[in-house]
């Protein structure tokens, strides 16, 4: 299965919406996509939506922390949403839930960014 990857740029947030796999066959194309459109846009934040993710592995950690830490040197911030239970899992076992906010939903997640819809 390949990976989709969906921005969308919403005020000063840019939105990533995942669906597939994103593994070390994919990561370089999440990567590329992430940043050029985190320079290119004016996107101070990042929601990372994982509603239809399926699967995820070190790679994807990496391209996350990556990008998050990209961010982080802009003084931008990145939350999490929609999070399936087996992404979780991993989230959870590599301590990323201890510097990446998680939120049920996008609404929630541009709430947190104090972005109202």
Do not use: W
Not at 21 to 45: C, P, Q, W, Y
Not at 79 to 98: A, M
Not at 108 to 114: M, Q, V
Request: hydrophobic share 45%.
């Amino acid at each position: 299965m390949s990976l989709q990857v969906e921005l969308e740029h919403y005020r000063n947030v840019l939105i990533v919406r995942l669906r597939g796999e994103l593994d070390h066959h994919t990561a370089d194309v999440v990567r590329f996509k992430m940043e050029e459109a985190i320079l290119r846009g004016n996107s101070a934040h990042v929601i990372l939506s994982l509603k239809e993710l399926l699967f995820m592995d070190s790679s994807g950690l990496g391209v996350i922390l990556g990008r998050y830490k990209q961010l982080k040197a802009k003084g931008g911030k990145m939350v999490v949403c929609d999070v399936n239970q087996s992404v979780h899992r991993l989230f959870e076992l590599s301590g990323l839930f201890k510097i990446l906010p998680i939120h049920d939903n996008e609404r929630l997640a541009l709430t947190s960014l104090e972005v109202v819809s």
